[in-house]
């Protein structure tokens, strides 16, 4: 099938290629000129680990473009998936005016059927104000809408691997047509019909759930999955600050209560909270259209407020141990929202950076794949090679995201390296034990 990708982000890129891989004819728009330049050169402009295989390879079989002309890519597809950002407004609703541009843009190219699908995280409500643009704008006798939402689950660090194997498809639509054509288009996900560009077997996966739902319900359980999550988090965070009050381990609480298949372990880690591009926005965006619609959403909001006192609760950390902040070195060990990403947005350790910055903190900072970012984010710290360069002569080393390669540094040249050897664990990730035994003064979160 002709499909147009709009944004070609951590979602729209991903899709757009994931899509090609499985057989379809993918063009990838971006009104972003640089980056549409930069994939057209064969680079990428985002880590995700797989993709950029998949996308080499797609782009050489001829069946995935980027271009940065939305009119013509509209034109040539029969199905728009809306990928773009919706980013929080200062009253916390989203931001949807990429989405009503391109709707608008999409209206205005269309001469012929086409089905417009929203897989950006967008309010309740939204499809039926896509559904009234298309109407408005449109120019062309032979221009003919449909509209589904089709929201997105896939986690940032493993995107490509999620959508080769998704729990679930979710779809919302109001004709069997657009069922129809959505089905087919994930036919080959949902019928193992593809040979996985990601593991060598794929037998343990079970095949994903196909709900198809009406179009608002589809848009809700976007935001009501998101919220749900970013719930568990708080709440343990919330139990984390209890522990700590009593002399209990949070990560022992954790273990027994996820043994509970009612309650899973997953999502159930205390630390510097969660961050990254969906849950502080869509969460926020939740209240606002709870509110909207008449119902005070408390529960959200306290999910919000316990999430925003972890960067509090390490600042206090730190200022015990430390004593007086004013001009202390910290080093951080990660930067990244989460590990196996480079995205910065919303991410814990910024949050952090910057409250210790006002507290006159020097800063030193390593990322494996988010520094080209985090030096345009915050400039004037500084950014070592590698996790030895940071820790020379820091007071305090905190780990901000729990990135693999951390548990195997060599801990002993790490305590030589640091004026003081302090670790404010923010993941309870590190091995608490061995840092102990080489002579770490160890914090964790909860514990
Ligand atoms: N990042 C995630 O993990 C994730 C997961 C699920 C859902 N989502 C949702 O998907 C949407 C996209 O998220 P993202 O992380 O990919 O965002 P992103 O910022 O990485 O990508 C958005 C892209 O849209 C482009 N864009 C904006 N306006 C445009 C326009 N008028 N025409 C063409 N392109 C335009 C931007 O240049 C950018 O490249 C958001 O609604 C987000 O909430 C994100």
């Known amino acids: 099938m002709n499909i147009c990708v709009v944004g070609t982000g951590y979602v729209g890129l991903v899709t757009g290629t994931c899509l090609a891989e499985i057989g379809h004819c993918v063009i990838c728009v971006d009104n972003d000129k640089q980056k549409i330049q930069t994939l057209n050169t064969g680079k990428m402009p985002i880590f995700e680990p797989d993709l950029e295989k998949l996308v080499h390879q797609n782009r050489k079989r001829g069946n995935l473009s980027f271009s940065e002309d939305l009119g013509q890519g509209a034109r040539k597809s029969e199905v728009i998936f809306i990928c773009v950002g919706t980013p929080p407004l200062e009253n916390g609703e989203a931001d949807l005016s990429p989405v009503e ?57 493993s995107a490509v691997a999620d959508f080769f194997h998704p729990d679930r498809i979710v779809i919302g639509v109001n ?38 739902t009406d179009i608002k319900s589809a848009e809700l359980i976007k935001h009501a999955s998101n919220s749900f999550l970013a719930a568990k988090i708080s709440f343990i965070n919330a139990i984390a600050e209890i522990c700590e009050k009593v002399g209990a381990d949070v990560q022992k609480v954790a273990e027994g209560m996820g043994l509970d298949p009612r309650i899973g372990k997953e999502f ?11 849950f502080p926005k869509d969460l926020q965006a939740f209240v606002r259209i709870a509110e909207k619609v008449g119902y005070d959403f408390t529960l959200m909001k ?39 990403t480079d995205d910065l947005r919303f991410a814990p350790a910024i949050g952090l950076i910057r409250r210790l910055r006002q507290e006159g903190c020097n800063i030193r900072a390593f990322d494996p794949q988010a520094m080209e970012k985090a030096v345009i984010e915050i400039p004037e710290i500084f950014y070592g090679a590698n996790p030895y360069e940071v820790a020379a002569g820091a007071e305090a080393l905190v780990l901000a995201t729990e990135w693999p390669e951390f548990l195997d540094l060599d801990w ?6 640091m004026a003081r050897p302090f670790i404010l664990d923010g993941r309870n990730f590190l091995n608490r034990p061995l840092l102990m035994e080489v002579g770490f003064e160890y914090e964790g979160m909860g514990r």
Request: net charge positive.
């Open 101 to 157: 541009k391109v709707t608008r843009e999409i209206a205005v190219a269309a001469d012929s059927y086409k089905l417009v699908v929203e897989k950006s995280t967008v309010p309740v409500q939204t499809g039926e104000y896509i559904y009234r643009t298309l109407q408005i704008y449109c120019r062309e006798e032979n221009g003919r809408f449909d509209v589904a939402s089709n929201p997105e689950f896939l986690r940032e660090g």
């Open 175 to 212: 004709n069997r047509q657009t069922e129809a054509i959505l089905h087919q288009i994930y036919q080959p996900i949902l019928e193992r019909g593809f040979s996985c560009p990601v593991h060598s077997s794929c037998s343990s996966f079970p095949k994903p759930y196909f709900l198809v």
């Open 412 to 417: 002993l040249k790490m305590h030589r390296a």
């Open 268 to 278: 159930l880690k205390a630390g510097l909270g969660f961050g990254g591009f969906c």
């Open 302 to 340: 306290e999910v919000e407020r316990i999430n925003k006192a972890r960067i509090d609760v390490a600042v206090e950390k730190l200022r015990k141990k430390l004593w007086v902040l004013r001009e202390k070195t910290i080093a951080f060990l990660g930067l990244a929202f989460k590990p196996q």
